[in-house]
């Protein structure tokens, strides 16, 4: 019996990890890629105010590059030959709630009050108002262009949201999540789990 117990406890403790290293993400992805297009050479585009800031842009490419390849795209030996160019974007604002959106703001609770120099004291209703830390909402977007037309053929996005700014190790699993039914699409919006690998 006790065993057994062991055995569920152990399954419990390591689905419980791995909900942890999943990133649910709404994702939206739009497109003209044609049916018969194979995915094929590719070239990450900058635009001016990215090549303002290389390091940062190149840490962006690193994110992406994992979820680009799985879709079949490899990168162009010479950039000029790339069949496909490739606009990435990322951005996280900060949505502070106010504690009126939640119809119990208030917070009331029990407190504990102690007065008088004899140190009576008395429980009784709390009223306290929360001031709830900021949300973080989080995106990623990328466009796929042909190369030669500059026609648009897929754009992709996934957003989600949560209490740290930090994104850095988010990317690739948003970039992941992005192009995880490339070139089919699906239903706008639609949530899409991946695993945060570290």
Not at 15 to 34: D, T
Not at 38 to 54: G, M
């Amino acid at each position: 019996m006790m065993k057994s117990i062991s055995v569920v406890a152990a399954a419990l403790a390591l689905s419980g990890c791995a909900a942890f290293n999943q990133l649910n993400s709404e994702v939206s992805s739009y497109g003209q890629w044609p049916a018969e297009r194979k995915p094929s050479s590719y070239v990450f585009e900058r635009l001016p105010s990215q090549q303002a800031r290389p390091e940062r842009q190149q840490q962006l490419e690193d994110a992406a590059r994992r979820a680009v390849e799985s879709a079949g795209f490899t990168l162009a030996a010479d950039e000029k030959a790339a069949d496909v160019s490739i606009q990435l974007g990322v951005r996280v604002n900060a949505a502070e709630r106010s504690p009126y959106d939640d119809p119990l703001w208030w917070r009331g609770g029990a407190f504990y009050s102690h007065y008088g120099r004899f140190g009576r004291g008395y429980w009784g209703p709390g009223l306290g108002v929360q001031f709830a830390t900021p949300t973080y909402e989080r995106e990623v977007a990328l466009l796929i262009r042909d190369r030669k037309t500059g026609q648009a053929l897929y754009e992709a996005r996934a957003s989600n949201d949560g209490a740290s700014s930090a994104i850095n190790s988010l990317l690739p699993a948003m970039f992941e999540a992005a192009m995880k039914d490339f070139p089919t699409g699906g239903i706008n919006p639609r949530n899409v789990s991946v695993e945060i690998k570290r």
